[in-house]
Protein backbone atom coordinates (compact mmCIF):
# COMPACT_ATOMS: atom_id res chain seq x y z
CA UNK A 1 0.00 0.00 0.00
CA UNK A 2 1.26 3.80 -0.80
CA UNK A 3 2.29 5.87 2.14
CA UNK A 4 -0.29 7.97 3.77
CA UNK A 5 -0.17 11.77 2.86
CA UNK A 6 0.70 14.74 4.72
CA UNK A 7 -3.36 16.00 5.82
CA UNK A 8 -2.04 19.34 6.42
CA UNK A 9 -0.16 19.95 3.39
CA UNK A 10 -2.98 18.67 1.11
CA UNK A 11 -5.97 21.11 -0.03
CA UNK A 12 -9.80 20.05 -0.44
CA UNK A 13 -9.69 19.33 -4.29
CA UNK A 14 -6.57 17.48 -3.30
CA UNK A 15 -8.05 15.38 -1.02
CA UNK A 16 -11.39 14.85 -2.97
CA UNK A 17 -9.26 13.62 -6.23
CA UNK A 18 -8.09 11.28 -3.52
CA UNK A 19 -11.19 9.62 -2.31
CA UNK A 20 -12.24 9.86 -5.88
CA UNK A 21 -9.50 7.52 -6.60
CA UNK A 22 -10.20 5.25 -3.26
CA UNK A 23 -11.61 1.63 -4.78
CA UNK A 24 -12.97 -0.27 -2.09
CA UNK A 25 -13.55 -4.39 -2.57
CA UNK A 26 -17.50 -4.56 -3.15
CA UNK A 27 -17.98 -5.83 0.10
CA UNK A 28 -21.59 -5.85 -0.71
CA UNK A 29 -22.03 -7.69 -3.37
CA UNK A 30 -20.69 -10.54 -1.60
CA UNK A 31 -22.80 -13.08 0.34
CA UNK A 32 -21.03 -16.29 1.28
CA UNK A 33 -21.63 -18.30 4.74
CA UNK A 34 -20.97 -17.52 7.95
CA UNK A 35 -17.62 -19.20 8.80
CA UNK A 36 -16.92 -18.32 12.03
CA UNK A 37 -15.37 -15.75 13.79
CA UNK A 38 -12.46 -13.41 13.53
CA UNK A 39 -11.07 -13.68 16.97
CA UNK A 40 -10.55 -9.93 16.14
CA UNK A 41 -11.87 -6.70 18.17
CA UNK A 42 -11.79 -3.29 17.45
CA UNK A 43 -11.24 -0.99 20.82
CA UNK A 44 -12.96 2.14 21.34
CA UNK A 45 -9.98 3.51 20.97
CA UNK A 46 -9.37 2.30 17.11
CA UNK A 47 -6.69 -0.09 18.28
CA UNK A 48 -7.14 -3.77 16.43
CA UNK A 49 -6.76 -6.62 17.91
CA UNK A 50 -6.19 -10.70 17.38
CA UNK A 51 -6.85 -13.18 19.50
CA UNK A 52 -5.77 -10.15 22.46
CA UNK A 53 -3.15 -8.83 21.37
CA UNK A 54 -2.73 -5.67 19.03
CA UNK A 55 -2.40 -5.49 15.20
CA UNK A 56 0.86 -3.68 15.39
CA UNK A 57 1.12 -3.69 11.57
CA UNK A 58 -0.73 -0.75 9.96
CA UNK A 59 -0.49 -1.87 6.54
CA UNK A 60 -2.25 -4.86 8.07
CA UNK A 61 -5.04 -3.10 9.55
CA UNK A 62 -5.78 -0.88 6.25
CA UNK A 63 -6.29 -4.28 4.36
CA UNK A 64 -8.96 -5.71 7.06
CA UNK A 65 -10.58 -2.38 7.49
CA UNK A 66 -11.04 -2.22 3.31
CA UNK A 67 -13.31 -5.83 3.79
CA UNK A 68 -14.95 -4.28 6.85
CA UNK A 69 -18.76 -4.32 6.46
CA UNK A 70 -21.91 -3.72 9.06
CA UNK A 71 -24.77 -6.54 8.74
CA UNK A 72 -28.43 -6.14 9.11
CA UNK A 73 -28.28 -6.90 12.67
CA UNK A 74 -26.12 -4.28 13.25
CA UNK A 75 -23.04 -6.73 13.72
CA UNK A 76 -19.61 -6.55 12.04
CA UNK A 77 -17.88 -9.11 9.83
CA UNK A 78 -15.09 -9.41 7.57
CA UNK A 79 -16.03 -10.37 4.14
CA UNK A 80 -14.52 -11.85 1.01
CA UNK A 81 -16.37 -13.47 -1.97
CA UNK A 82 -15.69 -17.07 0.25
CA UNK A 83 -15.50 -16.51 3.88
CA UNK A 84 -17.22 -14.09 6.60
CA UNK A 85 -15.77 -14.17 9.96
CA UNK A 86 -17.36 -12.02 12.94
CA UNK A 87 -15.16 -8.93 14.23
CA UNK A 88 -16.14 -7.02 17.63
CA UNK A 89 -16.27 -3.50 17.58
CA UNK A 90 -16.89 -1.66 21.11
CA UNK A 91 -17.65 1.77 19.63
CA UNK A 92 -17.54 2.28 15.89
CA UNK A 93 -15.04 0.65 13.59
CA UNK A 94 -12.59 3.67 12.58
CA UNK A 95 -11.76 7.35 14.38
CA UNK A 96 -11.52 10.31 12.34
CA UNK A 97 -8.14 11.21 14.38
CA UNK A 98 -7.45 14.95 12.42
CA UNK A 99 -9.28 17.35 10.06
CA UNK A 100 -8.62 20.08 7.53
CA UNK A 101 -10.92 22.88 7.54
CA UNK A 102 -11.73 25.23 4.97
CA UNK A 103 -14.11 28.22 4.69
CA UNK A 104 -16.67 29.38 7.07
CA UNK A 105 -20.56 29.14 7.05
CA UNK A 106 -22.33 27.26 4.64
CA UNK A 107 -19.01 27.45 2.14
CA UNK A 108 -17.67 25.12 4.54
CA UNK A 109 -15.98 22.09 3.96
CA UNK A 110 -14.37 19.45 6.44
CA UNK A 111 -12.20 16.39 5.38
CA UNK A 112 -11.44 14.20 7.81
CA UNK A 113 -8.64 11.61 8.25
CA UNK A 114 -9.13 8.42 9.94
CA UNK A 115 -6.82 6.07 12.05
CA UNK A 116 -6.72 3.95 8.66
CA UNK A 117 -5.41 6.52 6.60
CA UNK A 118 -8.52 7.24 4.35
CA UNK A 119 -9.99 10.43 3.51
CA UNK A 120 -13.49 11.43 4.34
CA UNK A 121 -15.22 14.86 3.58
CA UNK A 122 -18.22 15.66 5.51
CA UNK A 123 -21.12 16.18 3.48
CA UNK A 124 -25.31 14.93 2.68
CA UNK A 125 -23.25 11.57 1.72
CA UNK A 126 -21.16 11.07 4.73
CA UNK A 127 -22.66 13.35 7.45
CA UNK A 128 -21.60 13.89 11.19
CA UNK A 129 -23.99 13.08 14.09
CA UNK A 130 -23.51 13.94 17.79
CA UNK A 131 -24.51 11.27 19.73
CA UNK A 132 -25.92 12.70 23.24
CA UNK A 133 -23.39 12.75 26.32
CA UNK A 134 -22.73 10.48 28.95
CA UNK A 135 -21.23 7.30 26.43
CA UNK A 136 -18.51 4.75 27.84
CA UNK A 137 -15.26 6.92 28.32
CA UNK A 138 -16.85 9.38 31.01
CA UNK A 139 -16.72 12.45 28.84
CA UNK A 140 -19.58 14.87 29.51
CA UNK A 141 -19.63 16.28 25.63
CA UNK A 142 -21.58 14.85 22.99
CA UNK A 143 -19.54 11.86 21.15
CA UNK A 144 -19.58 12.99 17.46
CA UNK A 145 -19.75 10.14 14.59
CA UNK A 146 -18.67 10.72 10.98
CA UNK A 147 -20.53 8.30 8.41
CA UNK A 148 -17.69 6.34 6.18
CA UNK A 149 -19.46 4.19 4.15
CA UNK A 150 -22.46 1.73 3.23
CA UNK A 151 -26.05 2.47 3.87
CA UNK A 152 -26.81 5.93 5.93
CA UNK A 153 -27.97 4.98 9.52
CA UNK A 154 -26.43 1.39 9.09
CA UNK A 155 -23.55 1.46 7.55
CA UNK A 156 -19.39 2.08 8.64
CA UNK A 157 -18.85 5.26 11.22
CA UNK A 158 -15.99 6.63 12.81
CA UNK A 159 -15.94 8.26 16.42
CA UNK A 160 -14.62 11.76 16.37
CA UNK A 161 -11.40 11.61 17.99
CA UNK A 162 -12.07 13.92 21.12
CA UNK A 163 -9.12 16.75 19.84
CA UNK A 164 -10.69 16.82 16.84
CA UNK A 165 -14.09 17.14 18.25
CA UNK A 166 -13.00 20.24 20.42
CA UNK A 167 -11.83 21.71 17.23
CA UNK A 168 -15.33 21.26 15.73
CA UNK A 169 -16.45 23.11 18.40
CA UNK A 170 -14.63 25.77 18.34
CA UNK A 171 -16.06 26.52 14.83
CA UNK A 172 -19.56 25.79 15.75
CA UNK A 173 -19.09 28.71 18.41
CA UNK A 174 -17.36 30.94 15.92
CA UNK A 175 -20.17 30.87 13.54
CA UNK A 176 -22.38 32.54 15.68
CA UNK A 177 -25.37 30.56 14.04
CA UNK A 178 -28.21 30.41 16.07
CA UNK A 179 -28.49 26.91 16.52
CA UNK A 180 -25.02 25.25 17.72
CA UNK A 181 -23.86 22.99 14.58
CA UNK A 182 -21.46 22.96 12.32
CA UNK A 183 -21.27 23.09 7.94
CA UNK A 184 -19.76 21.25 5.69
CA UNK A 185 -20.34 20.87 1.90
CA UNK A 186 -23.50 22.51 2.11
CA UNK A 187 -25.46 20.64 4.22
CA UNK A 188 -25.35 21.86 8.51
CA UNK A 189 -25.03 19.21 11.52
CA UNK A 190 -26.49 19.93 14.55
CA UNK A 191 -24.85 19.36 17.68
CA UNK A 192 -27.92 17.95 19.67
CA UNK A 193 -30.07 15.36 17.82
CA UNK A 194 -33.66 16.54 17.00
CA UNK A 195 -36.68 16.19 19.07
CA UNK A 196 -39.11 13.84 18.47
Given at each position: MEPLPDLA???LPEIARLVEEQRLPPVDQWNPQHCGDSEMRIAADGTWFHQGSPIGRPTMVRLFSTILRREPDGGYVLVTPVEKLTIAVDDAPFVAVEMKAEGDGPESRLAFRLNTGDLVTAGRDHP???APAGGPDGHDAPHPYLHVRGTIGAGLEALVARS??????ERAIASGDAAPGIWSD???FPFAPAAA
Open positions: TLSLRFVYYDLAGAF
